[in-house]
């Protein structure tokens, strides 16, 4: 009895920062079809998905797109949307030609007191507009990045997406890959321990995930940096940085 007691007392003195954190890159569609559905949204936030809960950040440090082999500035464009405590974000964009839209976004880093360390996740999604499949596998070139060996839009819920964990350009083998749920639509989970999945790279950095319910399924493969940070103190402290992608299913009707 003592020892549930203790664990129940340790559960509860977990802040919700022990979550998983994640940046979000999400378009308003990840297919566009008709071409006067060619002006999407896309969101920008820091969360904890699964949980549906917002952190504060400051604005990112870059914001664009790579379209066609081109990468295009668009962190302008962001607008603050400020929800309860949290800065979340929002920007429009224009889909005027066919073919791969890859959002890019390198945040702010955030210090995360809870586990002594700054975060900075490098994100990204794609958009694939008016038919043309061509650019979906394009590198932004981040410092840590995932590269898409499916193709990430036009999947059915239950479809499987494999991807390459790739620092500085080259593989990591047996990189840990956290993967959340964008629980927009209420998934009562039995445990905290459903609500990441975690799986791991083989030796060429390459893994595989079944994404079993239709929206947003998060991918973000996380490495200690070789750079430091100054905490609020001044003093220099670690900064966890991960590859993170964004994927959309739909489900079968």
């Known amino acids: 009895m003592k020892r549930m007691i203790l664990a129940l007392a340790f559960a509860l003195a977990i802040p919700s920062s022990a979550f998983a954190h994640f940046f979000v890159v999400q ?12 002006k999407i949204t896309i969101d920008v936030r820091f969360a904890h ?9 400051e604005k990112p440090k ?14 302008g464009s962001l607008a603050v949307a400020k929800k309860g405590d949290a800065r979340t ?28 360390k700054h975060i900075i996740h490098y994100t990204k999604s794609v958009v694939q507009a008016y038919g043309l499949e061509e650019g979906w596998d394009e590198m932004v070139g981040f410092p840590i990045e995932i590269k898409p060996l499916t193709r990430p839009y036009g999947l059915w819920a239950g479809n499987v997406f494999t991807g390459q964990v790739l620092m500085d350009g080259k593989p990591v ?4 890959i956290e993967v959340s749920y964008d629980n927009t639509t209420g998934v009562k989970s039995p445990g905290e321990v459903f609500n990441i999945q975690v ?3 083989d030796e060429n950095g390459v893994f595989t995930y079944a994404m079993p319910k239709a929206g947003w399924w998060g991918f973000a493969a996380l490495e200690e940096a070789s750079f430091k940070l100054p905490d609020p103190s001044g003093e220099d402290k670690p900064v966890e940085i991960g590859a993170v992608m964004w994927v959309n299913t739909v489900e079968m009707q």
């Open 27 to 38: 378009p308003s569609m990840a297919v566009v079809e008709e071409r006067s559905d060619a």
């Open 49 to 57: 998905p699964f949980e549906q809960a917002l952190m504060d950040n």
């Open 62 to 75: 870059q914001f664009g797109v790579l379209a066609g082999g081109k990468k295009t500035d668009l962190l």
């Open 89 to 116: 974000y929002v920007a429009q964009y224009q889909l005027k030609k066919p073919g791969d839209y890859v959002f890019y976004c390198e945040p702010a880093s955030y210090w995360e007191p809870a586990e002594d």
């Open 173 to 176: 083998p047996n990189a840990e």
């Open 199 to 201: 799986v791991k790279a």
